[in-house]
Nanobody, 119 residues
Framework: QVELVESGGGLVQAGGSLRLSCAAS????????MAWFRQAPGKEREFVAR????????YYMNSVKGRFTISRDNAENTIYLQMNNLKVEDTAVYRC????????????WGQGIQVTVSS
């Protein structure tokens, strides 16, 4: 089972940018559907972005479209989430996840990393 480790979180002012990384081991990110989720205090976990394993097609939640970009670097075996024009409401713990081809659920999860956006 692939293991995932996130990095790149932190504190940023509204309007700023961060890039999250999700490094994989024990499996190739090119062979998984990869996604980012987030969970804010007191709220349910929500889907943020996904990249398809076959054609790198990307999908985003409405509130981040045009601001966030998910990408894959197969040579680095890493997934990225570039977050621009951050808003206070983007504050959350972000986790990356891997979905085995043909599966419905995401079977591997990173430990999560905090992103805090101040006003």
């Amino acid at each position: 089972q692939v293991e995932l480790v996130e990095s790149g979180g932190g504190l940023v002012q509204a309007g700023g940018s961060l890039r999250l990384s999700c490094a994989a081991s024990g499996g190739k990110v090119s062979m998984y559907g990869m996604a980012w989720f987030r969970q804010a205090p007191g709220k349910e976990r929500e889907f943020v972005a996904r990249i398809d394993w076959r054609d790198d097609r990307t999908y985003y939640m409405n509130s981040v479209k045009g601001r966030f970009t998910i990408s894959r670097d197969n040579a680095e075996n890493t997934i990225y989430l570039q977050m621009n024009n951050l808003k206070v409401e983007d504050t959350a713990v972000y986790r990356c996840a891997a979905q085995t081809v043909g599966a419905v659920d995401f079977s591997s999860w990173g430990q999560g990393i905090q992103v805090t956006v101040s006003s």
